[in-house]
Every structure is written in C-alpha cells, then in structure tokens.
C-alpha cells in the first residue's frame, strides 16, 4: 500500500540530545514537508523540500534540521537548540498544492 | 495577525443531523486554495475537501461541503448525517505563497473539536 510511515511513534529525549525522526513515502511525491503541532493549535511548518537535495526553511525552522538525500525519505532532526521541543510532529508528502498526505505522526516528550 | 480564524473552540451535534464548521481567511492573494482536514485521536491527519479561489461552485466530496463565500472571505465546512466517526478535530487550511518566492504553504487555523453524540 502506498503511504506515508514516520517512526517512531513515541520518542523520549533527555535535555541537551539531539534525536531523529523519521518520514518515508512510497508515493513518488516530489514534495515533503515537516509540520510541529502543539497542544490545541493547529499545524506550523518547519521546513519542506520540493525536490531531492533542495530544503527550505519554514516559519518555526530554529533548533530544527533536515536532509532530502533520496526522493523517499525526508528526515527530521531535533537539535538541543531547540528549546521546547515537546511536541506532535508530523510529516506530509504532496505531488501537487491540491492535497497533502500525512504520516501517523511521532510523539516527542522532553523529558 | 491570523491568516485562518476558526471561531468554534468546540462543537456538538446529534448523530444523524447536520453541522457547519466556521472558517475564515485573510489574503490579499487573488489565487489561493482552502482545505479542510480531519484529525481523529489516534492524530493521523486526513484531507477532506479543497476550494479553490477561482472555482465557480462550491466542493462537495461525498457528506461534506464547502459553503465558499469569496466576498466575506468565509470557507464554512458542513458535514451532513453525522454520525459517531466524525467525533474528531477538524482544521481549515489555507495555501499562501511565501514572501520571498514562489514556493508555497499551507496555514492552518487552530481547530473546531467536533463531537457527535447519539
């Protein structure tokens, strides 16, 4: 079945460590993109890639980092810059502005 | 200042009747594309249905609709027979072009929290 998997679901971290998560899709979609969800907000966008080897920054992208190496995979890693984050991350694969695909979402708990 | 407004922290609705979800938006962009998303518990979000600024009828997709009302900028999202499944979050989004370039995004609302009851 095509789709969108993140992994892992939930992930704790200790203050000071960097952790990774991670997006694939087997959608063939040029495009993919980061989103943080924050309890009782809607989704803010972290950064997004249009194409394999090209990344943008979007509005909440401090403390964040990605890397667009193969079409597939889009991974997201949570640097200790970041200063809050606890968070629902989810990832989302589109092959045109007409509708996004979203991933299950990963869970991150600063502990 | 917010680009999508939904006014609706929460609401109910009686399984089997009708509900309108309010959404409205800010952009001096005369192409522009609002969507409607569902988020169940589990968190997974869903496309429901997309408008586009230039359409000339409003989205239908199955028992949703899209009140698009261009003039007051609205995006209303009516879900018709509720049933028990659609208890879940549902947020309005809104594509924009980014400052610097052509490259776009999506800009949420916060959400309407919808529950059906029986």
């Known amino acids: 079945d095509g789709g969108i998997t993140q992994s892992p679901k939930y992930l704790f971290r200790k203050e000071g460590q960097n952790v990774t998560l991670s997006c694939e899709q087997n959608l063939n979609h040029d495009a993919m993109y980061w989103y943080r969800q924050d309890p009782g907000q809607g989704l803010r966008l972290i950064y997004y890639?249009?194409?394999?080897?090209?990344?943008q920054k979007g509005d909440i992208a401090e403390g964040y980092s990605v890397s667009r190496e193969k079409k597939e995979s889009f991974p997201l890693t949570v640097t200790s810059a970041q200063k809050n984050p606890t968070a629902f991350y989810l990832c989302a694969s589109s092959i045109t502005w007409n509708e996004q695909f979203f991933g299950p979402g990963t869970r991150l708990t600063v502990l | 200042a917010q680009k999508i407004t939904q006014t609706q922290p929460g609401m109910f609705v009686q399984e089997k009747e009708a509900v309108t979800l309010d959404c409205t938006y800010d952009?001096?962009?005369?192409?522009?594309?609002l969507f409607w998303y569902k988020q169940p518990s589990s968190g997974e979000m869903i496309f429901l249905i997309y408008q586009g600024s230039y359409d000339q009828q409003n989205a239908t997709e199955g028992r949703y609709s899209l009140n698009f009302q261009k003039a007051r900028k609205s995006a209303n999202l009516v879900i018709s027979a509720s049933q028990l499944g659609d208890s879940a979050m549902y947020f309005c989004a809104m594509r924009e072009k980014f400052a610097e370039g052509g490259s776009e995004k999506l800009v949420f609302g916060k959400g309407t929290k919808l529950t059906v009851n029986p």
């Open positions: 952009t001096s962009d005369p192409s522009y594309g």
């Open positions: 890639s249009q194409i394999v080897n090209d990344f």
